[in-house]
């Protein structure tokens, strides 16, 4: 090679596969199905259609290359895979919920919040006194969940959880409400036979269902239901004696409250939420709103 003659290197770079985007609203709609559970209650909460919801499943499906749901005939159930994804693309959506909710011009609380509780807390006491912070908060939009089952506030089957019994879970925030009272009620033509009614064998896990079984072992259950409602209609229509929590028997003339002198449950309730979920303002407002609610109805719930 000539003295002074340029040198040409020449060399090859490595193979770079460029890693797809992820799409948020992807992110948002796998939130929402893993929610709600089917296609059409999914396309309705995010009012779209069914083929816009399935289309955004794919999609992240696809990119992180597993399958995160199961399809099954009454719906879509979580994989492994879909269950692990939950817990990061929640918090995800949460937290541009919040984002949402900082960037907005006005000052309104607004978007969604999921409450639940046990049926009979909400049918019978609960509904009838929201229409207050409805007033306060019109752009709040409430969803209950009545369950007497614990649903996971860790994977954010709800934002805030009413629970009767000291809670198990030491990472939640847990505010107590008071006692709720029971009393032991039939009918005024009932009220002096010694017949109960009873909670059905698939209610072991409520603490009040285990009492009544065993204060009363020998004593026939001539109906049974794992509502506590039914529980006090039956008891009206002289099935029996029933359990029934004071605020559903309160006022009412067709139930009579008889054996006064027993020594009945007395569960605390507790409200429990995440701790990071309180610091957002709609799911903060709500609770506080129910710890004023409870403590201003003391009567039925005792500190």
């Known amino acids: 090679m000539a003295a002074g003659a340029a040198i040409l290197y020449i060399f090859t770079m490595p193979d770079r596969k460029r890693t797809p985007d992820l799409d948020w609203q992807d992110v948002r709609y796998f939130v929402a199905l893993a929610r709600y559970g089917t296609l059409a209650a999914t396309a309705r ?3 779209v259609n069914h083929a816009t919801v399935a289309r955004r499943i794919e999609n992240l499906e696809a990119l992180l290359g597993s399958a ?3 399809r099954r005939p009454e719906g879509y159930a979580l994989t492994v895979e879909g269950k692990a994804v939950l817990t990061e693309a929640a918090a995800m959506d949460e937290a541009a919920l919040s984002l949402r909710d900082r960037l907005r011009t006005d000052t309104e609380i607004r978007g969604l919040v ?4 046990p049926r009979s807390l909400l049918d019978c006491f ?3 006194r929201l229409a207050d912070l409805h007033e306060r908060h019109p752009a709040i939009d409430l969803e209950l969940i009545g369950d007497s089952r614990v649903r996971s506030l860790a994977r954010r089957d709800a934002d805030i959880a009413l629970r009767m019994g000291s809670p198990k879970d030491s990472d939640l925030i847990a505010r107590r409400l008071g006692t709720v009272g029971y009393g032991l009620y039939a009918s005024p033509a009932y009220a002096r036979k010694v017949a109960s009614g009873g909670y059905d064998p698939e209610s072991d896990f409520i603490a009040e269902a285990a009492w009544i079984v065993r204060r009363f072992p020998d004593q026939r259950f001539a109906f049974r239901s794992n509502s506590q409602v039914s529980q006090a209609t ?3 229509a002289a099935f029996g004696v029933a359990l029934v929590p004071d605020f559903i028997a309160a006022g009412d003339p067709g139930l009579k409250r008889v054996f006064p002198e027993e020594t009945l449950p007395e569960p605390d ?3 429990l939420m995440r701790r990071d979920l309180a610091k957002i303002p709609r799911i903060r407002t709500v609770a506080d709103y129910l710890i004023e609610l409870f403590r ?4 039925w719930f005792p500190a």
Do not use: C, D, S, Y
């Not at 999921?114 to 509780?117: D, G, K, N, P, V």
């Not at 201003?296 to 009567?299: L, M, P």
């Open 45 to 47: 909460a995010l009012h």
């Open 269 to 271: 309730l507790w409200l």
């Open 68 to 70: 995160l749901f199961e």
């Open 126 to 128: 609960l509904v009838q």
């Open 296 to 299: 201003r109805e003391g009567k």
């Open 114 to 117: 999921r409450l639940t509780a």
């Open 234 to 236: 039956a008891a009206r």
